[in-house]
């Protein structure tokens, strides 16, 4: 008995090769990237300060809704915008 030889082809090439020089996104993806950053940064500096000069006072300015609910909300923006940036494919 004679074992057949099954015909295996290289891996489908893709149909520009990718030279050198490109860059992994395009220039939407790296716009979307920095507007992710700045909402990012934008959200923890709203996080900052509430503190009290003197600790054994108690500052309720902590519990603002700047720094409980909108800081979180878009540093988690950020994320998405992020997130997106990088799994949008290029037009190129």
């Given amino acids: 008995m004679e074992k057949k030889?099954?015909?295996v082809e290289p891996a489908a090439q893709s149909k520009q090769p990718v030279?050198?020089?490109d860059f992994a996104f395009g220039k939407e993806n790296y716009?979307?990237?920095l507007i992710g950053l700045?909402?990012?940064a934008i959200g923890f500096?709203?996080?900052i300060?509430?503190?009290s000069k003197d600790p054994s006072q108690f500052n309720p300015d902590?519990?603002?809704f700047r720094r409980i609910t909108l800081a979180p909300i878009l540093v988690l923006a950020g994320y998405?915008?992020?997130i997106f940036a990088i799994m949008k494919k290029p037009k190129d």
């Fill in 62 to 64: 902590i519990f603002s």
């Fill in 49 to 51: 300060g509430g503190g």
């Fill in 38 to 40: 700045a909402l990012i």
């Fill in 19 to 21: 030279q050198s020089g």
């Fill in 5 to 7: 030889k099954k015909h």
């Fill in 80 to 82: 998405v915008v992020e």
């Fill in 31 to 33: 716009r979307l990237m």
């Fill in 45 to 47: 500096i709203l996080m």
